[in-house]
């Protein structure tokens, strides 16, 4: 094999891949990213094996082949190489040697035989559609902080992408908790999806899907099976197993009737929950919430470390209500929030708080109370 | 009685049995006793290290006179391991943390006696006490050992360090029909293996000038903390005396054994600069149990779950702790232990909640059994008014099994700790 590729191109390609591969792993052929080169495209393939990120891209190709080599050692490589740079990968297919040369550097990098290199079974899709990726990126933004790192409830670790009933029809939706909030986001429903069944999409996929959203341009097809998520654009295909677990039914736990109703500025608010929070030390920061007519009062009292309060003008018309928080799941919720002001929906000092932009049904957020 | 001035030349020496400080002589001058103590620095030490002499065993002798001169082992049943073997069995090779079937086979005719841990407890308790009128500073390690830090004592009781602890050890037997042996040293380290060496009514003295000829030719194994699979990363080094350990350079021995290293260095030259602390915050509370027989019926361990979480809990509560780590320890057959944890969201002190994240502990374990033993514990201690403030969503009944806990904790509080139980703990 031998190739010439433009250094930021490859950069974006090992890139990909080297985030892929798992950092600590018994299986050495894992941390390495496969190489094919063939007609005018060079393959990048990573993969833990629940993951598979395969880059499709343009190069001069002299010599068609294929080999393994360690994906982050390439990619400090390439990083290094000077931007604009025109980069040589050649092997010649006995050594168990990569050459990279780039003007005056050279390397010389081990390889593992491409046949010992996992590829994921292909699997049939029961469903195929296409989205744009502005939509999928907001499905997956406004969930994700919500996720659960807990293993014991490993059927959290991941964002539910499924088809749901909404008050306008069905929609596409993703759900994410991890038991002490809930990020629930819908989009219309694209043509095809209406079949799909519901996936739990884990963790690490939602990041590495994020890579491919960021062109607002692109439209990404997506493949669901029962077992399998597929996303691609033209040049990234992104395969991943999804976790094998059911969902909890999240329905029940959106509150239906909180009736006391607090709008404010999203913005303010998460900059005064910061400073206040700020006193207390401990790894859970309570943030207690004091409603009166239009006036909301927070304070924090950290009986070591000190006490602070903060006033707010809102819009709050309901009795009296002092509810408390852990600080950083406000300000995480409040985050969300783009456009229009932020909704609270209250019942009790201990029942799930609501929270949604404007009258926006499309995004709905449930946070747990905290005694203080 | 100040001690009296010590003519020159003279060995400071100390009767044990009528307390008398006088200098040199193999018998006491004032009651003939030969129990002596002479040591150059016998006056000036006051770090000590207290052991009571096969501390179960001797209460148990004590308590019933019929077993006086018969060997008694304490331990667990048929497959409990022995917790403490009097002096009788301790000569037919008995040994603590001996498998009891292996025990019983070197002395078949000693008595076996279920450990009365209450008795243990008030009869230590006691003995504390004793100890707290010598110190403010008391550390005890278990219900039968504890260092004491006597410095500037003397004047306070008229008596140096080791007077005192003579008379600690006369009180014991006078009052509480026991022994026990006292290591008097110049740090913990020294006082611990001190009060080790001629066991039982032991009472030993290392001093400052003699630490290094000492420890010289003895095994690295006496410290404490190293254990068989320290002694054999070592053993790999060539290290099995101290003067060995002397060979090494303290970069040598940090690198090769990290943080041990630098306590090895130190402990080598007979320096430990750790103090005797009266309160050493507990970091974990944790309870196991022993099977009757291997067992991998999840019906059987779910059952020792509940009852060890709940016996952890009761203890967190009683000291308002909460924890944020649950471990889960199991032990297979072939005696490999599985040990599992995980970090809660936030500390919890309830029972319904650690049994349960230690089921889906056991539940990701699989099937690994049978096992012979299974551990919950609590560890990352906080205080309990930081723990269980924030419900769980998707579990919106854990509220109701919280308030029922608290409110079955007042029940038992009242009426005794089998007032009310769960279906779950009779399995």
């Known amino acids: 094999m031998k190739i010439s590729i433009e250094r930021g191109t490859l950069l974006k390609a090992v890139g990909q891949a080297q ?18 080169a063939d007609g005018d495209t060079v393959t990048f393939r990573a993969t833990d094996l629940d993951i598979e990120v395969v880059d499709k891209v343009p190069a001069m190709i002299e010599r068609a082949g294929s080999t393994t080599v360690s994906a982050v050692t390439l990619h400090e490589i390439v990083r290094k190489l000077p931007d604009g740079a025109l980069v040589a990968l050649s092997d010649d297919g006995t050594a168990g040697r990569l050459t990279v040369e780039a003007g005056r550097s050279n390397f010389s990098l081990a390889t593992l035989p491409k046949e010992d290199f996992p590829v994921m079974a292909s699997s049939e899709y029961s469903s195929n559609f296409a989205a744009p990726a502005p939509v999928l990126r907001r499905l997956f933004d406004k969930s994700k902080f919500a996720i659960s790192t807990e293993e014991t409830r490993y059927y959290l670790n991941g964002v539910y992408m499924h088809v749901a009933d909404a008050e306008g029809g069905k929609v596409l939706r993703c759900v994410a908790t991890d038991g002490h909030r809930l990020a629930r986001i819908d989009a219309d429903l694209p043509d095809g999806a209406a079949e799909m069944p519901g996936v739990i999409v884990p963790r690490k996929t939602v990041g590495e899907l994020r890579k491919l959203l960021d062109d607002d341009d692109t439209t990404i097809a997506v493949s669901v099976s029962e077992t399998k998520v597929r996303f691609a654009t033209p040049e990234i295909t992104l395969t991943s197993k999804v976790i094998d677990g059911t969902f909890p039914d999240y329905t029940r736990v959106i509150p239906q009737n909180n009736t006391r109703k607090l709008e404010l500025d999203a913005a303010e608010f998460a900059k005064a929950v910061d400073r206040v929070a700020t006193v207390s030390s401990e790894r859970s920061r309570a943030v207690k919430l004091s409603l009166d007519e239009d006036r909301l009062v927070l304070s924090v009292n950290a009986p070591d470390a000190g006490a602070a309060e903060e006033e707010l003008a809102v819009a709050y018309g309901d009795e009296r209500l002092e509810i408390g928080f852990n600080a950083k799941y406000l300000l995480e919720i409040a985050s969300q929030v783009d456009r229009e002001n932020a909704v609270f929906m209250f019942n009790s000092s201990g029942d799930p708080t609501l929270m949604r932009e404007g009258n926006d049904p499309s995004a709905v957020y449930v946070v747990m109370p905290m005694r203080v | 009685m100040p001690p009296r001035p010590l003519n020159d030349g003279l060995m400071p020496s100390l009767c044990r049995e009528c307390l008398h400080v006088y200098g040199d002589g193999s018998r006491c001058p004032q009651c003939r006793s030969p129990r002596i103590i002479a040591h150059p620095e016998l006056l000036d030490l006051s770090i000590a290290h207290m052991d009571c002499d096969a501390f179960y065993a001797s209460v148990e002798k004590r308590d019933n006179p019929e077993l006086v001169d018969k060997p008694v082992i304490i331990g667990g049943g048929r497959r409990g391991v022995v917790s403490t073997a009097c002096y009788i069995a301790r000569i037919k090779g008995v040994r603590s943390a001996m498998p009891m079937f292996q025990a019983l086979r070197l002395c078949p005719e000693a008595v076996v006696i279920k450990p009365r841990g209450s008795v243990y407890t008030e009869v230590s308790r006691q003995i504390r006490a004793m100890m707290d009128e010598m110190t403010p500073i008391v550390e005890p390690l278990s219900l039968d050992e504890a260092f004491m830090d006597l410095s500037g004592t003397a004047k306070l009781h008229g008596a140096p360090p080791a007077v005192m602890l003579a008379r600690l050890v006369k009180r014991m037997q006078d009052e509480l029909g026991l022994t026990g042996s006292i290591g008097l040293s110049h740090n913990k380290f020294l006082a611990k293996i001190a009060s080790d060496l001629d066991k039982p009514r032991g009472f030993s003295v290392i001093g400052k000038a003699e630490t290094a000829d000492f420890l010289r030719d003895k095994p690295v194994r006496m410290i404490w903390g190293v254990g068989t699979a320290a002694q054999a990363g070592l053993d790999r080094a060539g290290i099995h005396t101290f003067a060995d350990l002397l060979r090494w350079d303290k970069t040598d021995l940090q690198a090769r054994f990290g943080s041990m290293g630098t306590r090895l260095y130190h402990l080598a030259r007979g320096e430990d600069r750790r103090r005797v602390s009266a309160r050493t915050p507990i970091k974990s509370i944790s309870n196991e149990t022993t099977f009757f027989e291997d ?10 779950l509940w009852r060890l979480a709940e016996k952890v809990t009761d203890r967190a509560k009683a000291r308002d702790l909460a924890g944020r780590v649950v471990v889960l320890k199991l032990k297979r057959a072939n005696h490999s232990l599985i040990s599992r944890r995980v970090s809660l969201r936030e500390p919890t002190q309830m029972a319904d909640r650690l049994y349960r994240t230690a089921r889906g502990l056991l539940d990701q374990v699989g099937n690994e059994g049978p096992y012979r033993l299974i551990g919950v514990g609590l560890s990352e201690l906080t205080p309990a008014g930081k723990a269980d403030l924030t419900p769980d969503l998707l579990d919106p ?16 509080e009242k009426f005794g700790k089998d007032a009310i139980r769960k279906g779950r703990s009779l399995r």
């Open chain 1, 19 to 36: 985030s892929v591969v798992e950092r600590r792993n018994t299986i050495p052929i894992l941390a390495n990213v496969l190489i094919e």
């Open chain 2, 295 to 304: 067992t991998a019926s999840v019906d059987l361990l779910d059952g020792h």
């Open chain 2, 397 to 412: 009944n854990a509220a109701k099994r919280d308030r029922a806990e608290r409110a079955s904790d007042a029940i038992r």
